[in-house]
């Protein structure tokens, strides 16, 4: 079964730190893998997506990289703001699954102290 | 939330009743998604169409049917509610069959199952 391991579960650090989310999958083959931002109560808004033939995307202070033969991608948020306090899911679509799944991983309840 | 709507937002059923959430996008996109969300399981998906006409069971497909009226709309029904079945529940859209495309998800429905 295909999986999408998020660590740690929880995160809290100051305002102004640079921070790394993690994310590892169990099949290399992957179509993409898809970064999602989730408010208490809210929807998911998708952030950052990455094709499989990629190794990084970037919107603003976020960057995501991919390396699919260790199955690990990272979101990088640069110059963290109280703001950027939220869940952060990652979720990937694996080969075999079709371009039409995703698996999400658990996510990350990050908390940014002022 | 890009474009999806979701009715109703809450809904408290008592066992054994009936219920129909819905789902409508305006952005033209020919997939469509239901998934669910519960504390430690993370979102997993219900079913999904990938154009109008037709639909596939996800990975927690039994006690819920689908329907895809048009191209803009996907309903998810409960039969006869559980209350294995309270949770929160996502559509999504996604443009089209390939990788390189994003899902953008509704702001969710908050089900309760007495």
């Known amino acids: 079964k295909q999986e999408v391991t998020q660590i740690p579960a929880a995160l809290s650090v100051p305002e102004g730190e640079n921070l790394v989310l993690n994310c590892s999958f169990t099949?290399?083959?992957?179509?993409?893998l898809q970064w999602f931002r989730q408010d208490p109560g809210k929807g998911l808004t998708s952030l950052l997506l990455?094709?499989?033939?990629?190794r990084e995307q970037t919107s603003g202070r976020l960057n995501a990289s991919l390396d699919k033969s260790s199955g690990r991608s990272t979101l990088y948020i640069a110059a963290s703001q109280p703001g950027d306090s939220a869940t952060y899911l990652c979720?990937?679509?694996?080969?075999?699954?079709?371009?039409?799944?995703?698996?999400f991983g658990q996510g990350t309840r990050l908390t940014i102290n002022p | 939330n890009a474009g999806v709507t979701q009715t109703p937002k809450f809904q408290v059923l008592k066992t054994g009743q009936s219920m129909t959430l819905q789902c409508a996008q305006d952005?033209?996109?020919?997939?469509m998604y239901w998934y669910r969300q519960d504390p430690g399981m993370g979102l997993r998906l219900i079913y999904y169409?990938?154009?109008?006409?037709?639909?596939d069971k996800g990975e927690v497909p039994n006690g819920y049917n689908v329907s895809r009226l048009n191209k803009r709309e996907f309903s998810l029904r409960l039969e006869s509610a559980a209350p294995s079945q309270t949770s929160v529940y996502f559509c999504?859209?996604?443009?089209?069959?390939?990788?390189?495309?994003?899902?953008?998800f509704g702001p969710g429905t908050r089900l309760t199952v007495l």
């Open positions: 979720a990937v679509s694996f080969g075999d699954q079709g371009a039409q799944k995703l698996v």
């Open positions: 099949d290399s083959a992957i179509y993409n």
């Open positions: 990455i094709q499989s033939s990629q």
């Open positions: 952005m033209n996109h020919n997939s």
């Open positions: 169409s990938a154009s109008e006409g037709t639909t």
């Open positions: 999504a859209i996604k443009r089209g069959l390939t990788g390189d495309n994003e899902q953008f």
